[in-house]
């Protein structure tokens, strides 16, 4: 596996110009995984599960999530990941394609599973039907399901309002 990850890393520093995609910083590059890893092991290897950052930028991402996260608690919790950060760097790398005029089906490939798990995750399995028709890439599709919180949060708002209202 560890070489495939340094395949990858290749390829995600090539893809963004050997750049950092936030900053634009040509020194001390290197490729981030999105979606950690450890929560999404089928994403690894995701083109589209990658961005390259400069260490700065690295830092600043990892400042405050850096060590193993909790998988039993919620995102955000205990180290856990971030979604208003994955939803920034996935923005990022759909500005990137555009900007750059790079197919984003092709270069940013983001798989089945990790489709799968992001829509599963946020309660969002409507949103497939646009990367079906081909109205929305994957990347774009990704960028958007992080960029709502969970529909079960709105859930639940919702029934503690209809309950403190009942309970008057």
Request: glycine share 6%.
């Amino acid at each position: 596996m560890r070489w495939r990850l340094r395949l990858w890393s290749r390829l995600v520093k090539t893809r963004d110009g050997h750049r950092c995609v936030i900053c634009e910083a040509t020194t001390g590059i290197q490729a981030h995984h999105i979606i950690r890893k450890i929560r999404l092991p089928a994403g690894a290897l995701d083109a589209g599960n990658g961005i390259t950052l400069c260490r700065d930028c690295h830092r600043w991402i990892h400042a405050e999530f850096n060590r193993k996260p909790d998988l039993t608690k919620p995102m955000g919790a205990a180290q856990g990941d971030d979604q208003n950060e994955w939803a920034f760097l996935f923005g990022r790398l759909a500005e990137d394609a555009n900007a750059r005029g790079l197919a984003e089906d092709e270069f940013y490939h983001v798989s089945d599973e990790s489709l799968h798990f992001s829509v599963a995750y946020q309660g969002c399995e409507d949103f497939l039907e646009a990367v079906h028709e081909g109205t929305m890439s994957r990347v774009r599709l990704i960028h958007e399901i992080w960029r709502w919180m969970p529909r079960q949060f709105y859930m639940d708002l919702a029934e503690d309002i209809f309950v403190s209202l009942v309970a008057r």
